[in-house]
């Protein structure tokens, strides 16, 4: 990948899979807008202040979050602790939430650091993964417990931000698999795919489909990018039949020029009360739930869900 970060340090222990980089990474750290602690410096703060400071979270903006843990200490020490208490704090997080009425977050939480066009950034097909191999398996696993039976009459589903792969079971099928993404030929590539749109959610946040169109919606590791996120995810909400299911999936790993100032400057367990907040400010979902699948945790990439059904009467 590119580097649009004039300057930078690189961090070069860091482990870099397909140029997407640990959020975590002190090479994020310089990148992003505003004071931007790791996941790891995240965790051990909350872990002397207990849970309640967390939920702050939501009414004080994640800058005053991003103000605190600044304080933090080094990145890397206490990793494996760290790591080991954020699936439990990730499945948790979500039951203790309470929501502000307004959503709490402002336009500068959306900026990214590079804010050029996303069709200039996804113009040459990446035909890479994102997460490594058993945090794909774990959404894999996950996905075959969750997912109607290949070939169930009339189901169709939509995977946004979609490339190459979809990480859905093998050989899965339906009669109506789309996949939403920025380029064509990954688009094209992706075996799954009954049909394909190439869209920019960032430019046009109306989903091109009619209401009431999926049973599942999923997204993939990609969430971070989007700058309107209350826009997309309403659209969501429209184009899901009623009961259908979202699926929004997430590791720690982004390509941090073009990952929101939120999602850059704060933790794996602030990323799912951003995006479970996303539910719920949009409306006409049931409340969010958080699932951690993590598969060997301080060892392979973490992996999250943050899922939600459509309302019957949405
Ligand atoms: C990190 S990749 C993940 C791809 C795929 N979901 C996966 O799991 O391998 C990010 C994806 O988000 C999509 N994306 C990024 N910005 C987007 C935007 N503004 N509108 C629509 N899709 C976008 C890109 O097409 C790209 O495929």
Known sequence: MANHCPGLRVHRSMPVLAGVYRCSSSYSRTCA???????????????????????????????VLAQFMSMADTFGRNSFIASARQKSDVEEILKNAEWPEQFPFKEEDFQRFDESPDTVFYESPRFVTHIDDPAIDALTKYYSKVFPPSNTPGVSILDMCSSWVSHFPAGYKQDRIVGLGMNEEELKRNPVLTEYAVQDLNLNP????????????????SVDYLTKPLDVFKEMCRTLKPGGLAI???????????????WTSTGDTDHALIVASYFHYAGGFEPPQAVDISPNPGRSDPMYIIYSKKLTTA
């Open 33 to 63: 807008v505003g004071s931007v602690p790791s996941p790891s410096e995240a965790l051990k703060k909350w872990k002397t202040w207990g849970r309640a400071p967390r939920r702050l979270v939501l009414g004080l903006g994640v800058s």
């Open 206 to 221: 109306k989903i091109p489909f009619e209401d009431n169109s999926f049973d599942i919606i999923t997204n993939v590791v």
């Open 248 to 262: 929004i999936s997430f590791s720690n790993r982004c390509f941090f020029t073009k990952a929101i100032s939120i």
